[in-house]
């Protein structure tokens, strides 16, 4: 536990050594970068925040109120862009939508239009439109939850009392998800705070894209300690919005009742329908349909000049493969066991152990990474001939360190859940039996966490294959993987040869997608 919270606490307490050149470089930080830094990243939370809101909250209540065709159909497809990287979405757009893209060509030459058509896509608008795509199914999930468990009785008792359509919409279905929609969205504004492909691609100055050039191009560490130490004050309030929705949403829900065999959605025909369909669909359209498209335009006119260059692509897939492996299994097994010894010893230590461990997913890869080469830089310049230095950047040892410490919270959600569905009269029952211990574990728990635990090995397998900033700052020599080469190839404006990697990180993207649609379709 202590090895997974090290890097936040050696972030803060990089402010430990404060010296007269850690004040010169924060001063220096402020009257220069610092301030596009704070602004770039607030417009881009504030405009990600409107995209996801509008997109999600209007789809998740189209397809939950309403009933027209093709309803069944987007009530899973509108989870697809999450098997889509933001990263891999900018890639798409970057190249279809730039000046000397195929669509500002195609429409110079059809009308005889001159210059630019539209600003540069490579800016702050242009990533919050790709984070918008790639980011609302977490509002859109959340609130299709929360309409699903409590809108259609109360729009029925509405109706019952004489309020028009519009006036059930407003005043009672949308005003029941706004702890989901809050939840929701600061789910979305973490993520774009530890967004590092997008905004390096796009050229916005980010703290994650600041802290990645204050350690790597100046080889500041302070000035990359104090940058990390304010993103995370950043995400800090992110989670606590976030937490404080989430109870209240957890609160509102128990209070919640069955559907009932009148309140089913409504009806509708004509261009009401033609209207829901073509809200719900713009959102697939955009963030999965249309970057899909394009990159597989993109990797076969690539493949129709030069031939593939299959041995890499598998040294690649091999790479991500076996990172992505090692670190599930690592993580669920140690998910397994703080779960299963907050469940025997539902103590305080324990409660809070389980708690401070999950909270590493919020915290942004990029921090990570300077959370673990801090310590190091410290050791080395004090014990000079330490291997610390070599084991944890010239093996994969620091890598799956900074992976189990973003990730095991995924895996630990995903058994905790597994665990819900366990009463606790089961192990009481298995006491007086004499079972205990160990053996409660693996007679009584084990076969009724097999299924929890696959869903958390799945999970962790996408996260780390898909996670860029991390594997692009600690990855050993020779040690590629389908997300870094995808990054590198597609900056250096080779986006035929990154559509085989990209494309592959969406088809893995699709399992954990296929899983949760599923469970949609069952509820």
Known sequence: ??????????????????????????????????????????????????????????SAAAVTLFDFKGRRTLEWALL??????AYVVAYAYSDFLQFSGPLQTALRAAFGWQG?????????????????????????LLVRAALVERAPQLMEAARLLGADLPRRIFRVALPLAR???????????????????????????????GIYKAWLVMDDRVAAAQLATFLLLLVAVMLRLEQKAQARLRFASQRSMGRGAESQPLKLTSWPAALALLLCALPVLLGFVLPLLIMGHALWVHSQSVAMDWLKFSIWMGNSLYLGLLTAVLAVGMALSLAFSQRVHPGVWHRFSTQAVGLGYAVPGVIIVVGLLLPIGWLQQAWPQSQAGYWLTATILGLVWAYLVRFIAVALQAVQTGYTRIPLSTDEASRTLGVFRTALFTRVHWPLLKRSTAAALLLVLVDVMKELPATLVLRPFNTDTLA????????????????????????????????LSRTLRKT
């Open 1 to 58: 536990i202590v090895l997974l919270a090290m890097p936040v606490l050696m972030v803060l307490a990089a402010w430990l050594q404060w010296t007269e050149a850690s004040a010169d470089v924060l001063l220096g930080m402020a009257s220069t970068v610092l301030p596009s830094y704070v602004v770039s990243s607030l417009g881009l939370c504030f405009w990600v925040g409107i995209g996801v809101i509008s997109m999600g909250s209007v």
């Open 484 to 515: 870094v080469m995808a990054y590198q190839l597609a900056r250096d404006e080779r986006l035929g040869e990154a559509a085989l990697p990209s494309l592959a990180l969406v088809l893995v993207g699709l399992l954990p997608v296929m899983l």
């Open 179 to 209: 702890p989901a929609i809050a939840a929701g969205t600061a789910l979305a504004l973490m993520e774009t705070l530890a967004d590092f492909g997008v905004s390096s691609y796009f050229g916005v100055t980010t703290f994650s894209t």
């Open 80 to 85: 697809l862009p999450l098997a889509m990287p």
């Open 116 to 140: 630019a058509l539209w600003p540069d896509v490579r800016s702050l608008w242009g990533a919050a439109a790709v984070l918008s795509f790639a980011l609302y199914p977490y509002v859109y």
